[in-house]
């Protein structure tokens, strides 16, 4: 049984140790495989780890970070200024070989302008890409990119996206020849900007794809495509939008108006239940395609469990050498287009 | 009190006659001041209205037309060839001043088409926006622009959309000085595409305009904003991933997977009553802005009692002479800028 390495950025969420330390406990216990190398500062998490059996822990390396970026930071301060920040010293790890994966709950923005520059790009990959997969009422996950790593985008980007978007849905959700659908106003061929009609006619003629055609925004739970491709700015709009109504609805079903009933509770209870796979828990960690490297970005809000999720990607990523087989995909595909 | 004339078109949407001619009688018993003219096939639809009591109602006038527009009909060829349909016949009633307003639950995609072509637009408005009321937890609406009639908008565009929602959410909501804000794919400055930023610009430049910075999409039900802005892609993507989420969660609460059980049931009823100001028949009704005239276009699904309530907001925008004020706004804007 070979071992997967991932590393963790302890400092990073909107928690930090005290969340991140129990992810990593949870994630070892939940995977056999994992090796953790624990990236943060040595003084101030010392006690967390020993306390929580860390210390000397057989499967986990600590590796100390005098710097932390903060949730404020603009990426580029970051990126010239926090080098020894615990979220570059996970993506120096990647780059130097010690770690298959890293994670971080950090910053967003600064995650992805480090890690394109620690890490660049694969060949034949002009951007990379934020991905996640979204859970469907058919049980089955999507796959959606790019969730805002890339607010304006070309229909050549848009297919290498797709492209991407596949490889994730076969090797990650296990789904054969992955259904690829463009997020459009309107599934008839007319419908559209340049861009998605554009990226359309480039995604019919690519046979290494399994176009479905358009898909509207009240399908992307319906689990009618597997991988969902739009620019990151309509992505991370309608990701957030998703994000928001659950997050309202859930708001509304715990907190009535007046006074909380009997039925109430009940009504709480079950809908806790009912959508207990819509918790984010069960989906957290976006992966940033495209890279020589595996990058799973946490979400800043989550806790130990979901944390946990996004450690456990991270080593799935690894474990199917990700970066390697969405290169030899690109390549295969691009190199057919060329003939 | 002065009357305001309403044309439905009784054929269109989903359900047609069975659902458009119950919605007149409900709209008639709540707007003492409506009158309706009902514009469909006299043959098919006279039993129906003699059995409604609406055949020789003092408040409703019946107007024939032969044709009627498919939900599949291309916009071109609708616009071409059916020039007797109930969609365009309302359409004919308010550009020769007989009627306030008109309201249809047909194809969308036609109704724009024919309504741009009918109406013609205001002066100072390149393209008419489809704009709509969303509910929030603040309990206050929060209208939104453009919902899918313009695939592609520059910053102007985007400018004369915040002057016209401004207007909406003042009339039409009773909001005095509305926050005017951007969706984009973050709150600060920096963030976005090209056309998000440069909009920012000509938004904070606009002295009619309370510009309110940026808006995430998990923010649109949060009431943190009067009136958001965006073009027509970004904003239908939005609003059907919102329905996509509203109709899964439905879905997930009314339908356990295995059976209905005592305590599910119990769930169910309580979450249709905590939801109850979700439901779309609160908020059912899309209205043309920027026309000669004011169109409202009703979801296809709409049943009597949301489609009520798009009569009602026709009604409501006829009332404010709509079209008239938006007019007296843009020409005050773009005078202001001029100076």
């Given at each position: ?13 909107d ?38 059996g ?20 603009k ?15 996970v ?46 009422v058919?049980?089955?996950?999507t ?6 790593a ?66 509207e ?13 739009c ?5 991370n ?14 708001q ?36 940033l ?40 995909r690109?390549e ?8």
């Amino acid at each position: 049984m070979s071992t997967l390495n991932v590393a963790l950025d302890i400092m990073g969420g909107d928690f930090g140790p005290s969340e991140t330390v129990p992810a990593a406990v949870q994630a070892l216990s939940l995977l056999p495989q994992l090796n953790l190398i624990l990236v943060g500062n040595e003084t101030s998490v010392t006690p967390l780890l020993r306390q929580h059996g860390l210390l000397n822990h057989p499967r986990v390396r600590f590796v100390h970070a005098s710097q932390v970026v903060g949730m404020g930071d603009k990426p580029i301060v970051a990126l010239r200024t926090l080098k020894d920040s615990s979220m570059r010293v996970v993506l120096d790890l990647v780059k130097s070989g010690a770690a298959d994966a890293c994670v971080s709950a950090g910053n967003t923005g600064a995650l992805m302008a480090m890690a394109k520059c620690v890490l660049k790009s694969l060949p034949g990959v002009d951007r990379p890409a934020l991905i996640k997969a979204l859970p469907t009422v058919a049980g089955k996950r999507t796959v959606m990119l790019d969730l805002g790593a890339n607010v304006s985008c070309d229909a050549d980007t848009l297919l290498q996206f797709a492209v991407m978007g596949s490889v994730v849905a076969e090797l990650v959700e296990g789904i054969a020849s992955p259904r690829v659908a463009l997020l459009n106003v309107g599934e008839e061929e007319i419908k559209g900007n340049d861009l998605v009609r554009h990226s359309a006619e480039l995604l019919r003629q690519c046979p290494a794809i399994h176009f479905a055609g358009f898909i509207e925004g009240d399908c992307l739970f319906t689990g009618q495509a597997d991988v969902i491709v739009c620019d990151g700015f309509v992505g991370n709009v309608a990701l957030k939008t998703a994000e928001g109504v659950v997050r309202m609805m859930g708001q509304l079903a715990g907190y009535p108006r007046k006074k909380r009933s009997f039925l109430g509770l009940i009504a709480g209870f079950m809908l806790k239940r009912r959508f207990s796979y819509l918790n984010p828990d069960q989906y957290n960690g976006a992966s940033l395609l495209g890279l020589r490297g595996i990058v799973v970005k946490s979400h800043g809000r989550a806790e130990r469990r979901a944390l946990s999720t996004a450690i456990l990607l991270a080593a799935q990523e690894a474990k199917h050498q990700l970066p390697l087989q969405i290169a030899d995909r690109l390549e295969s595909v691009f190199s057919d287009r060329d003939l």
